[in-house]
């Protein structure tokens, strides 16, 4: 039969034409002999130009190891990483936050860490951080950084309103008049309104004694704890004393997007490790302060490992990876290129060797962590998972409140239970 | 969102050429038919390949993970209608995003046809440079879906953007757009509106399919310009609004890259560019309630398959067909 010639042919071209495709994705990893490993994170530019230049270190003393980063803002990073993971394609090596630690662990993605415990030694990290890594008695993930709360404001503006710096165990109450002064003297908005972050509240509410989540997992402030905050933001608000909605409701996590990287406002809340993004708007008077406590001088904010490091269970490569993240945490060249970018070190060694040499705003991260060393309260246990949805719910009811669309006790009372749908066992 | 995109396309499946190529038609003697239609699914096997593997199995498997409980980590546990149920009583928030969308869709839509319209007029009766101002016209439509027009709009319309500068320079100090509850809707459905190209462009080669001599007839009638618009021009052209409102409607629906780069995901201020998608991302990615975005994902197919059926129904009284006899009974004559 003539015909089946033809249509044999037609269909031999049409799998050569497939397999053609499928000849483009093929894996690059497997040429020469090399290793390829991955490894992700979430960060700015600034901590992407340190990572590759340390990641070329390691790649020119282990030139078998080829290693392929890729980095993105931390809420992106976060999907896609529990996108991959949940695919079975989880990277080999993977910064974690210490939110997503059990749920990792638990679900199997993460390499348990002794069974490189050689190549990967932690002897010399303090047991209070390495606690965050671990679930179930076995060790899923190291801390990479150790960070805490802060208030960054431009040191400038400060001294100009007459104010003296902020020691630990400035309350509340210290800090509204300061923020007051601030106001007056400068005519900007003193703050950025710490209402929309959970993170503040947090670090408020701990000052009273309370935490967030009790050792359920469970919400463990009422309704009238977050009625209090808020009320307290909104009256500093509504005087103009902190950033107005218009301005807050824009704040994404990144620091260009908040009032003070906009040059609104000339403090805000932050992170330590992250502050160093406004020194490209405030330059040299970049400075942080601790966070205020509460009435009795009772701290709030609390040290933790600013992120984590892991290792995927099914890497092809676990030994490698381990050598790739001792490199990163323990070796002399890989911390010093670090700096303290992620953190101040938490090898105890490297942490010595580094923060001597810091200078301007490292020195600043180092010296506050200095001062707070010894007077603060045992950090809370890693929050549960529902946390992270809370988390975005915080600011977005936050905005009901500032933009005067619900009193702060409606508002209180809605995320109330909405974070005890979210917290449901 | 996937199942709603594919039902917009699947309109164009079931037209598949017999055999093509294979020998002239009408030859000395023809081939019988089944193996005609066994070379046309050889030819056809990448796109049904595409079909199956891309978008079937990936909607059944979202249609069974809406009856779970699904975190993306742990095995889906079967809840039965509980993510529907919670959908219609429990979530105010889900709400707020269904009547964010009604109103986009109400404001974008009309707005943006209207403009391809006029500026569809506008072309066609232009003498000179037709071409360039058409590819002018259209090239926001290929900017437009991307994320970095997306962020320069954020820009333009941020307090002291150049929307405020130029506002303030003429004395009106309202500050941005996308920061206050109330305008920052209206900023994200000036940038559909903005994307007008795609419609125009199909307005342009309805306009002109219609006969020269009606309009010559309706000017010895006595007809002026307005005239001839309201009585030759919008009848006979009927068919494709019908067509561009039906397109657009399902594509508002389904906004997505405007809002969630202008409002950094979140859907504010105070919730007001919160659209349904942005509301089912959140709920999937941000809350890993895979489950319950995927119930919202059936929902919103739903929601389009009847609100496409209440605009087909509604056309049998404004959509007129030239060449029909009976009076438009169905959408498919073009």
Same mark, same amino acid.
């Given at each position: ?32 002999g ?19 230049k ?9 030139p ?11 809420e992106?990073?976060?999907?896609k990483?529990a996108?991959q ?19 990792y ?7 348990d860490?002794?069974t490189?415990r050689?190549?990967l ?44 710096e ?27 309104d710490?209402g ?9 509410l ?14 463990a ?13 909104t ?8 950033s107005?909605?218009t301005?807050t ?5 990144s ?20 502050s ?7 330059g ?5 302060a ?5 009435a009795d ?13 892991g ?7 676990p ?24 953190g101040?070190p ?22 506050l962590q ?8 045992e ?5 549960p ?15 009901q409140?500032?933009?005067?669309r619900?009193t ?8 109330l ?6 917290l449901?066992p | ?23 002239p ?8 038919? =089944?193996?005609?239609e066994g070379?046309?699914?050889? /030819?056809?096997?990448p796109?049904? %390949? &595409? #079909?199956?593997?891309l978008?079937? *199995? ?17 095995p ?5 209608l509980?993510?529907?149920r919670?959908?219609f ?13 009604l ?13 391809a ?10 003498? =000179?440079?037709?071409?360039?101002y058409?590819?002018? /016209?259209?090239?926001p439509?290929? %900017? &437009? #879906?991307?994320?970095?027009i997306? *962020? ?6 941020n ?6 500068s130029?506002?303030?320079?003429l ?17 994200v ?15 342009l ?11 010559e007839a ?8 307005w005239?001839q618009?309201?009585?030759v021009t919008?009848?006979? %052209?009927s068919?494709?609004?019908?067509f561009n *409102?039906v397109?657009q409607?399902?594509?508002?629906f389904q ?7 202008v ?19 959140d ?20 929601a389009?398959a ?11 009284a ?10 438009g009974?169905?959408?498919e004559?073009?």
């Amino acid at each position: 039969m003539p015909g089946t010639r033809t249509r044999v042919s037609c269909a031999a071209t049409a799998l050569a034409l497939c397999a053609a495709l499928a000849g483009c994705g093929g894996d690059a990893g497997a040429a020469g002999g090399k290793v390829t490993l991955r490894f992700t994170w979430w960060g700015n530019a600034d901590r992407a130009a340190l990572t590759d230049k340390a990641v070329a270190a390691f790649e020119k003393t282990h030139p078998d190891i080829d290693i392929q980063t890729s980095y993105a803002p931390y809420e992106s990073y976060k999907q896609k990483l529990a996108t991959q993971a949940a695919g079975g394609d989880a990277p080999d090596v993977m910064q974690l936050d210490y939110r997503q630690i059990s749920q990792y662990a638990g679900s199997g993605v993460l390499r348990d860490l002794s069974t490189v415990r050689r190549t990967l030694p932690t002897g010399a990290m303090p047991h209070s951080l390495l606690k965050s890594g671990r679930v179930g008695g076995k060790q899923y993930a190291l801390p990479m950084g150790v960070g805490t709360q802060a208030m960054a404001y431009d040191r400038k503006a400060w001294r100009e309103a007459g104010l003296k710096e902020p020691k630990p165990g400035w309350t509340w109450d210290d800090w509204e008049s300061a923020v007051r002064r601030l106001k007056k003297a400068n005519g900007v908005y003193g703050m950025t309104d710490p209402g929309s972050f959970e993170d503040w509240f947090e670090v408020w509410l701990r000052g009273r004694g309370k935490e967030l989540y009790d050792a359920k997992g469970q919400a463990a402030f009422t309704a009238g704890d977050l009625d209090r905050f808020w009320s307290y933001a909104t009256k500093l608000r509504k005087e103009g004393l902190v950033s107005p909605a218009t301005s807050t409701t824009q704040m994404d996590g990144s620091v260009e997007n908040a009032p003070m990287g906009r040059k609104q406002a000339v403090a805000e809340f932050n992170w330590d490790a992250p502050s160093a993004g406004y020194e490209a708007m405030v330059g040299k008077n970049l400075a942080l302060a601790p966070m205020p406590s509460g009435a009795d001088g009772t701290p709030g904010q609390y040290f933790k490992p600013a992120m984590l490091v892991g290792i995927a269970a099914n890497s092809e490569h676990p030994r490698e990876s381990a050598q790739f993240i001792d490199f990163l945490l323990n070796s002399r060249e890989g911390t010093k290129i670090l700096g303290v970018d992620r953190g101040l070190p938490v090898n105890a060694t490297a942490r010595a060797r580094v923060v001597p040499k810091l200078t301007g705003f490292q020195k600043e991260m180092a010296d506050l962590q200095k001062k707070l060393t010894g007077r603060l309260k045992e950090p809370p246990a890693a929050p549960p998972r529902g946390d992270n949805a809370l988390q975005s719910v915080f600011g977005r009811d936050y905005d009901q409140v500032a933009f005067e669309r619900a009193t702060p006790r409606q508002v209180a009372e809605d995320f109330l239970t909405e974070a005890r749908a979210e917290l449901r066992p | 969102m996937s199942p709603a995109m594919s039902a917009a396309t699947a309109t164009g499946t079931r037209a598949a050429p017999p055999g093509p190529g294979l020998e002239p038609p009408g030859g000395p003697r023809r081939r019988p038919k =089944r193996e005609r239609e066994g070379a046309a699914w050889v /030819f056809l096997s990448p796109w049904v %390949l &595409g #079909a199956v593997v891309l978008t079937l *199995l990936p909607m059944a498997v979202s249609l069974y993970l809406s009856f779970t409980d699904y975190n993306l980590f742990d095995p889906p546990s079967w809840v039965g209608l509980r993510n529907y149920r919670q959908m219609f009583t429990e979530d105010p928030r889900l709400l707020r995003s269904v009547l964010n969308t009604l109103l986009y869709v109400v404001i974008a839509v009309p707005l943006q046809l209207a403009f391809a319209l006029a500026v569809a007029v506008a072309l066609k009766s232009m003498r =000179r440079g037709k071409g360039f101002y058409r590819s002018a /016209f259209y090239a926001p439509s290929l %900017l &437009g #879906a991307s994320m970095s027009i997306a *962020l320069v709009w954020r820009a333009l319309f941020n307090d002291g953007g150049t929307v405020d500068s130029v506002l303030s320079g003429l004395g009106v100090h309202m500050g941005g757009w996308i920061n206050q509850p109330g305008w920052a809707l209206l900023s994200v459905a000036l940038l559909t509106v903005w994307q007008f190209g795609a419609p125009m462009v199909i307005f342009l080669a309805g306009l002109q399919q219609i006969p020269q001599e009606l309009y010559e007839a309706a000017a010895v009638d006595g007809a002026g310009r307005w005239r001839q618009f309201a009585s030759v021009t919008m009848p006979m %052209l009927s068919p494709v609004v019908f067509f561009n *409102l039906v397109l657009q409607t399902i594509q508002a629906f389904q906004v997505f890259t405007p809002a969630f780069a202008v409002s950094g995901g979140r859907g504010g201020p105070a919730d007001s560019t919160l659209f349904y998608t942005l509301y089912l991302y959140d709920r999937g990615f941000t809350a890993s309630h895979m489950g319950y975005a995927s119930a919202m994902a059936w929902m919103l197919l739903l929601a389009i398959a009847v609100v496409t059926a209440v605009l087909f129904r509604t056309s049998r009284a404004w959509v007129f067909y030239a060449n029909d006899t009976s009076n438009g009974t169905s959408g498919e004559g073009r």
